[in-house]
């Protein structure tokens, strides 16, 4: 059995991420998701029905509360999640101050003891909201810093590969390769704002909109006017 790990938090992104590395040969998956004080958490329960669709053997759920600290309008109950502009240069209040580096660093001590050489993330820096923990360069510096402090790397001298499928690849691509998966995007859940149904004007629903709509393929989650 070929093991991995997927970091999946029930968007759209690391959805389609493991369900890339069940294509990649990888069938004893392994999956990994944060409650880490966000107001989205709506997207917990998408995870644990995603990770049930694709036939996870084990789903771990751990508690990081980032909310604990001010200045993410994400977690911070003080701030309000704005409205959305994807043409924006600079890094949104919606930046979770090191998620990433956060996460792949818990991951990391999760694969080290299962012995999994293999994790998954679905970050990209082509069509991303300005996130610094989500480009080429930061993923394989932690990479670097991850096998230098797991015994699975440093011991073992099994290298342990940060898989980011999507790094150079625009959403609608993404969006494209996921519906040839068999991704049930209807399972998703992307909204920053976390509401009955997705709000349409956050930074997370304005990507999501122009991936859809640029891979020509309609989304199960649309709102109808």
């Known amino acids: 059995m070929k093991k991995a790990l997927v970091l999946l938090s029930g968007g759209l992104d690391s959805s389609t991420a493991l369900y890339v590395a069940k ?13 880490y004080g966000q ?6 329960e998408a995870s644990k029905a995603m990770a049930k669709a694709a036939g996870v053997k084990e789903h771990k759920f751990v508690q990081l509360m980032l909310n604990q600290w001010d200045g993410c309008s994400l977690t911070d109950e003080k701030m309000d999640i704005g409205d959305g502009n994807i043409n924006r240069t ?3 209040d919606t930046y979770v101050p090191a998620r990433n580096m956060v996460f792949l660093s818990v991951a990391a001590s999760y694969a080290d003891a299962l012995d999994i050489a293999d994790i998954f993330i679905g970050v990209s820096e082509v069509d991303y909201s300005g996130y610094v923990d989500c480009r080429e360069e930061f993923i394989r510096s932690m990479e670097q810093t991850i096998n230098l402090g797991t015994v699975l790397g ?6 342990i590969t940060l898989h980011a499928p999507f790094m150079h690849m625009t959403k609608a691509d993404e969006v494209r390769w996921g519906t040839r998966l068999g991704v049930d995007y209807g399972l998703t859940w992307t909204c920053y704002r976390g509401g009955e149904k997705p709000c349409g004007k956050c930074d997370s629903c304005l990507l999501r909109a122009k991936a859809f709509e640029e891979a020509g393929i309609k989304d199960p989650l649309t709102i109808e006017n």
């Open 23 to 35: 294509e990649q040969g990888f069938d004893e998956l392994y999956a990994i998701t944060f409650e």
């Open 39 to 44: 107001k989205h958490d709506k997207e917990i």
């Open 90 to 92: 600079t890094i949104p």
């Open 154 to 159: 440093a011991e073992k001298k099994q290298k």
